[in-house]
């Protein structure tokens, strides 16, 4: 006589030979045969049948979970699966959380951008890139200024070489050089993510709040 506990174990097996949506094969979802077991405490119970696999997983109330598919025989652990996924989901997010999504920040310049105006969008430039997000410089032409692009050159030529005298050289790198675009100049600028540069990042990060 099944235990009430194992019950569950029938319910989430294969129906009509469908594939789970599960990461993991469990119990009756496992096709290979035979399989290494390590049971519920950690110990190695070696080479099984699947149909011995499951009866061992049975005789506790817990799953039979197919953990590493591609090994020679498969490893099947018995563990509840219920917590299993959880723990893996749990892990998953917390990696998700970790990882810095790259936004692109636009700032707009002009070819006659006086010193006062150039020096507060230098900050934003300074604080974007610090903070691990490319900064696209958009330099707007109108009119005849069109006639006079090496002023606006000249721009982004300081612009760049401002990042790379500053302390900004080691976190920023150049995407994209000064490209023309319609009567608009382009340069992008995106971050280094190298790891050591990333802990260069935190340090300039915390240095800029003290």
């Known amino acids: 006589m099944i235990k009430q506990g194992v019950r569950s174990i029938a319910k989430r097996t294969f129906k009509n030979n469908q594939l789970s949506e599960d990461v993991h094969n469990i119990n009756d979802q496992i096709t290979t045969d035979p399989i290494r077991v390590i049971d519920n405490e950690g110990n190695m119970l070696g080479i099984l049948s699947l149909k011995e696999g499951i009866e061992k997983a049975e005789e506790v109330g817990l799953d039979l979970v197919e953990v590493s598919p591609n090994a020679k025989p498969p490893v099947c652990k018995i563990i509840e699966y219920g917590k299993f996924k959880y723990a893996a ?25 006086d010193t006062n105006d150039y020096e507060i969008k230098m900050r ?3 604080k974007f890139i610090g903070g691990g997000d490319k900064v696209k ?24 070489e401002d990042c790379i005298r500053e302390d900004l050289d080691t976190l920023v790198k150049i995407e994209q050089f000064p490209k023309l675009e319609g009567r608009q100049m382009v340069q992008i600028f995106a971050p280094n993510l190298s790891d050591k540069v990333d802990s260069a990042r935190q340090d300039k990060a915390i240095s800029d709040k003290k």
Not at 91 to 113: G, S, Y
């Open 124 to 126: 934003s430039v300074r």
């Open 137 to 160: 410089i958009t330099m707007r032409f109108r009119g005849r200024e069109m006639t006079h692009q090496d002023i606006g050159v000249k721009v982004l030529r300081r612009i760049r």
């Open 89 to 113: 989901q749990k892990k998953a997010a917390e990696a998700r959380k970790k990882q810095k999504t790259v936004e692109v920040k636009e700032i707009k310049f002009r070819p006659n951008i």
